[in-house]
């Protein structure tokens, strides 16, 4: 159902987003568990020693992943992303080739025969693995969508959860504005379009012509927006019930979410006068327009 719009002069102007993100690290030894970024490891303190694990964190993107592999193998920029068709990579038919989204975050070792081939298969296998099981799929169709949809919107989550606790809830605020046939207005489809991570975002911003705007596109982006982890995938098929439509950290460890527009732009405005006394960045908030 379509919602009124309020008026221009009533709309805040801070945007929803998630923090910058940082490079993806080449480790010099496996990571157990759930991957994490860590420093660069060598061996004998030897700074050019080659690394034997790559980890990649959750919500990296396929570019950053490229890169990271051209890194760790010593190999020429731009070598790991010409190497796709190669690969011939198992990927959903939605997908059209592009593997965003199912790179799927772990800690993979490295040795002398490792290709970037290899690498980006033992990825898309582990993101299938993953996402073509029985929960997947059938949390999938019982939010009324295919396992590529939720990905899509598992990355999202990825993106704009301050924590994983509210991973749930936004996954619900995405479904609420989608049901309500209502734009996303989500920065991190806008920060993908412009191949940026940044909290700021301007007025001119929300006009670039991609069809990751989600503040000018309804629905979905066409494609994941990063690579997302075990977590944000069970939000995504599983989002916590609640009518939200909107949130903001108003500050570190206090997300609001609600659907009353008014109460979103007093904690809107709760967050500028934290802001104003303690010079802090911009905040992560739902979309600013109903």
Do not use: C
Not at 149 to 169: F, H, N, P, R, Y
């Amino acid at each position: 159902m379509q919602t009124n719009t309020p008026p221009r002069s009533m709309r805040s102007r801070i945007r929803l987003t998630r923090r910058g993100r940082i490079a993806l690290i080449a480790a010099g030894a496996v990571v157990a568990g759930t991957a994490v970024a860590v420093p660069l490891l060598t061996r004998d303190g030897e700074e050019d020693a080659r690394p034997t694990s790559l980890v990649v964190p959750e919500g990296r993107r396929a570019a950053q992943i490229y890169e990271a592999v051209d890194k760790a193998l010593a190999l020429p920029p731009g070598t790991t992303g010409k190497s796709l068709a190669k690969a011939r990579l198992k990927l959903p038919a939605d997908a059209e080739g592009n593997p965003e989204g199912y790179l799927f975050p772990a800690t993979y070792p490295l040795d002398d025969s490792t290709t970037p081939e290899k690498l980006l298969t033992a990825m898309v296998d582990t993101a299938n693995r993953e996402f073509n099981g029985a929960p997947v799929a059938a949390g999938a169709e019982r939010n009324a969508m295919n396992v590529y949809q939720a990905v899509t919107i598992a990355s999202i989550v990825q993106a704009e959860a301050a924590t994983e606790a509210d991973m749930g809830k936004v996954a619900r605020v995405i479904f609420n504005r989608l049901e309500r046939g209502m734009p996303l207005q989500m920065d991190s489809t806008l920060n993908y379009a412009l191949n940026r991570s940044t909290l700021h975002t301007t007025e001119d911003d929300t006009k670039v012509d991609s069809p990751y705007n989600s503040y000018q596109r309804m629905g979905l982006p066409p494609t994941p927006i990063a690579n997302p982890g075990k977590a944000a995938m069970r939000a995504a098929i599983g989002p916590t019930p609640g009518d939200w439509l909107y949130f903001v950290t108003v500050k570190p460890g206090d997300t609001r979410f609600t659907a009353d527009y008014r109460e979103h732009q007093r904690n809107v405005a709760e967050f500028n006068e934290n802001h104003r006394v303690t010079g802090s960045a911009s905040p992560r908030t739902a979309p600013a327009t109903p």
